[in-house]
């Protein structure tokens, strides 16, 4: 397994070896999802009724199930939750449609002995299919992810409350530790989802299979793949908070949309699909690291060496286990 640090710079070093292709034609493929997920994040919680719909079935949900109205992880938990809900509704069509083309494009010209830029339309566009299935699986599992961490916070809530100890400085204490299971619940589905999309191009096997090769895979390197993700991510955060404050900002001020708020708009939009392929190539790099690797843990007496191996569409896992002498 390469270190994190080595991952990064050959990812980057392979955006920059192939930088005409990675900017034009696959930023160009992903552009239309980016330009969707700005300004569904910017104008949709101002200009739609499906948020406060969702908010309120959501709250009513959380009343429900017994969790305390005055704490304020659920209140922002709630908003966000909604926020996320609508927004992934409204960018469906774009991410099912030009965010899987555009990965399929991108998982097809690194997947070969001697890459080729730019891949073949066939050739990337038969990748459309297994992407697509492994999205829908995908979706499922971050539904189990959610109800998941849901119940276990349900459960020790109430449990708290039972034993009488639900005092306002236990809930902050308690509220802290939900959210930080809740985070380490959902980075982890969305590391294994994001490798198992680059498993269903790679391999061609869509759906639960390459969530299950994924999570073989990511066994033990979870720090590494985190640790891959959050530049990305916090760049990604970074463009969507410049969206806003260039673009949200300007509009209602003026009051109406100018042409020059709509070419820098784009701009805005073309740098986040710059870092949605370079998400992308991260996560192929990483998933060629997994799969050449091997994991070795020592436990006391015992090593295992786990490796990967492929027979069709089938992963399995080849464990030795070796017995050392103290």
């Known amino acids: 397994m390469e270190r994190t640090g080595k991952i990064m710079r050959r990812s980057i070093y392979t955006f920059l070896q192939n930088y005409q292709f990675f ?7 992903v552009l239309p999802f980016s330009v969707s997920i700005l300004l569904s994040q910017a104008f949709l919680p101002f200009s739609s009724s499906l948020l406060p719909i969702i908010h309120d079935r959501l709250q009513s949900l959380f009343y429900a199930a017994g969790f305390p109205p005055s704490s304020q992880f659920f209140t922002i938990l709630n908003l966000k939750l909604s926020q996320t809900i609508s927004s992934s509704i409204f960018t469906l069509p774009f991410t099912i449609s030009f965010l899987l083309i555009g990965k399929s494009c991108i998982i ?5 002995n001697k890459p080729a830029f730019p891949p073949s339309f066939s050739s990337f566009i038969s990748l459309y299919c ?6 829908i699986w995908n979706s499922f599992l971050i539904l189990s992810a959610n109800a998941t961490a849901f119940s276990v916070i349900f459960i020790a809530f109430n449990c708290v409350e039972g034993f009488g100890y639900l005092s306002p400085t ?8 939900a959210a930080i299971l809740y985070s380490i619940i959902l980075a982890n589905s969305l590391i294994i989802c994001n490798l198992a999309l680059v498993s269903s191009g790679v391999e061609r096997c869509g759906g639960h299979i390459a969530i299950l090769k994924a999570c073989v895979m990511i066994r033990g390197r979870t720090s590494a793949a985190l640790s891959l993700a959050l530049p990305v991510n916090l760049a990604m955060a970074a463009v969507e908070a410049l969206f806003q404050y260039r673009i949200v900002r300007a509009y209602h001020f003026y009051g109406k949309p100018r042409s020059s708020m709509a070419v820098e708009g784009l701009f805005i939009a073309y740098m986040y699909s710059l870092l949605v392929v370079l998400d992308t190539i991260v996560s192929c790099v990483f998933f060629k690291s997994c799969k050449s690797g091997c ?13 990967i191996a492929e027979e069709g569409c089938k992963a399995f896992e080849n464990t030795r286990i070796s017995e050392e002498l103290p």
């Open 295 to 307: 994991w070795r843990d020592q436990d006391g007496t015992h090593s295992y060496t786990i490796e």
């Open 130 to 135: 297994p992407l697509l299935i492994t999205y």
């Open 108 to 112: 097809q010209a690194l997947n070969q």
């Open 170 to 177: 236990f809930l902050l204490f308690l509220s802290a530790a």
């Open 23 to 29: 900017t034009i034609t696959a930023a160009l493929l």
